[in-house]
């Protein structure tokens, strides 16, 4: 066992500028610091302004997309139109229904119904396609999607394809 005497030689060489290491290692942790209150709040406050930004944007992407998906469908069906009429395959040589299409439409159980129709006239065809509802109230779809109908020319347009 060390005496009282050799304790107080082992502290005074353990002292390093006046301080001791104990004292030393006490202030280092001190003076050490993590993020403040403030610091947190500020993060927390910019993270909320980039959500506000962005998810609104997210939304109307998608519910861009969404359209542009029916605008293609509508598209699609036209053309299907245009291989029956060239079949013989609808009762009229001007007019195809929903029900004439769907052997001629990929998936026409999610697209078509019996109340759909595609009408030629001329060099243009015209279709009344239900779900055209279900567009979004963008300027470029509002039109199409009041009438429930809309010409080859329409679609192409609506869709942004010159």
């Known amino acids: 066992m060390q005496t009282e005497k050799q304790c107080k ?3 005074q060489k353990q002292h390093i500028g006046g301080f001791s290491m104990k004292n030393l290692l006490n202030k280092q942790l001190k003076n050490e610091k993590g993020l403040t209150l403030i610091e947190l709040l500020a993060v ?3 993270l909320a302004i980039v959500a506000a930004i962005a998810i609104p944007s997210i939304g109307n992407i998608i519910s861009n997309s969404k359209s542009k998906a029916i605008l293609s469908d509508a598209s ?3 053309s299907s139109t245009k291989t029956a009429l060239a079949d013989g395959a609808c009762a009229s040589e001007t007019e195809c229904t929903g029900k004439e299409l ?3 439409v990929e998936d026409a159980k999610d697209t078509l119904t019996d109340g759909d129709s595609v009408v030629k006239t001329g060099n243009s065809y015209e279709i009344s396609y239900e ?3 279900d567009l979004n109230e963008n300027d470029k779809f509002k039109t199409i999607k009041t009438a429930k109908k809309a010409t080859d020319k329409e679609l192409v347009a609506a869709m942004g394809k010159k």
Do not use: G, L, S, T
Request: charged letters at 40%; zero cysteines; aromatic letters at 14%.
């Open 9 to 11: 030689k082992n502290e």
């Open 131 to 133: 779900k055209f509802e």
């Open 102 to 104: 769907k052997e001629f």
């Open 76 to 78: 699609q069906i036209i």
């Open 44 to 46: 927390i406050v910019i």
